[in-house]
């Protein structure tokens, strides 16, 4: 059986000491936009940094597999992003799991007709873009910032006869259509009653305000969250690079995402 946890060489390290070191016991939730990946005009112009895959195996050696990305992309380019197919990904900001995990909840997708009106909208308002995700949609306005009252007012008239489960989540230069209920919050609780996550304390990494349910989640498990702009900067290489001094502490046992861990 192969090693899922090839050696790699450990990334540049900063020279910023950063945030104190976590414990041996410690478990990652990462955010990839403006967190892992600096944030680019479009979504679609994203420059991912070629140490990022080794990066990340290295850091789920340390942690004993015990790493997640969490983010709103969706599941296909989160996985392309990251480069590590056994990295547990928690898409659509938590909506899809990946690999999927029993007694998750059917989710609604948005109708034809809001797609479409989405797409209408950004096609007549140059420098506006709409995403299409499996459980949700968004329009960013990085490149045309005014359009951002017209991209909520969309929205809100999309829920307000029937909402069919979804609300609106502002973003940084974004709004989105999520179903009620699916938050990073969700996939830090969902994937901590598993190993090997369970029985870790958990540090959530992001740099959005949908980041904060996930460090709120983090706290609930005796861990917390890491701020980019208070505790890096502002600066995802600094995120980088203090987790690849964290890669370097050490080794632990290697389990599988969902196996029993063994008895005591």
């Known amino acids: 059986m192969s090693d899922p946890f090839p050696p790699v060489s450990s990334p540049p390290v900063a020279t910023?000491?950063?945030?104190?070191?976590?414990?041996e016991d410690a478990a990652f939730f990462l955010d990839l936009d403006g967190t892992l990946l600096e944030i680019a005009p479009r979504p679609d112009e994203v420059?991912?940094?070629?140490?990022?895959?080794?990066?990340?195996?290295?850091?789920?050696?340390?942690?004993?597999?015990?790493v997640a990305v969490v983010t709103g992309r969706p599941l296909a380019v989160a996985?392309?992003?990251?480069?590590?197919?056994?990295?547990?990904?928690?898409?659509?900001h938590g909506a899809v799991l990946?690999?999927?995990?029993?007694?998750?909840?059917?989710?609604?997708?948005?109708?034809?007709e809001w797609r479409r009106a989405a797409?209408?909208?950004?096609?007549?308002?140059?420098?506006?873009?709409?995403?299409?995700?499996t459980h949700g949609l968004v329009v960013h306005f990085r490149l045309r910032p005014e359009a951002e009252a017209e991209a909520l007012a969309l929205?809100?008239?999309?829920?307000?006869?029937?909402?069919?489960?979804?609300?609106?989540?502002p973003a940084h230069a974004a709004a989105e259509l999520r179903p009620v209920g699916a938050d990073k919050g969700g996939a830090v609780h969902r994937l901590m009653a598993v190993e090997p996550f369970r029985g870790r304390r958990p540090v959530f990494i992001g740099d959005d305000i949908t980041d904060e349910d996930g460090m709120a989640a983090c706290a609930a498990y005796g861990g917390h969250g890491l701020r980019v702009?208070?505790?890096?900067?502002?600066?995802?290489?600094?995120?980088r690079a203090w987790l690849?001094?964290?890669?370097?502490?050490?080794?632990?046992?290697?389990?599988?995402?969902?196996?029993?861990?063994?008895?005591?």
């Open 119 to 133: 797409d209408e909208f950004a096609a007549a308002r140059p420098g506006t873009l709409t995403e299409h995700k």
């Open 47 to 66: 420059v991912v940094p070629k140490e990022l895959p080794d990066l990340l195996v290295a850091l789920r050696r340390r942690c004993g597999g015990a």
């Open 98 to 112: 990946d690999p999927p995990l029993p007694g998750a909840p059917p989710l609604p997708v948005p109708p034809p």
């Open 244 to 264: 690849a001094r964290v890669a370097a502490q050490g080794v632990e046992p290697r389990i599988g995402v969902g196996e029993a861990a063994a008895p005591a």
């Open 155 to 169: 929205l809100e008239g999309l829920i307000r006869d029937d909402s069919k489960g979804f609300h609106i989540v």
């Open 79 to 92: 996985r392309g992003y990251a480069g590590v197919p056994e990295l547990p990904i928690g898409a659509e």
């Open 16 to 23: 910023q000491p950063g945030p104190a070191l976590p414990g």
């Open 229 to 239: 702009a208070d505790d890096f900067a502002g600066r995802p290489a600094l995120v």
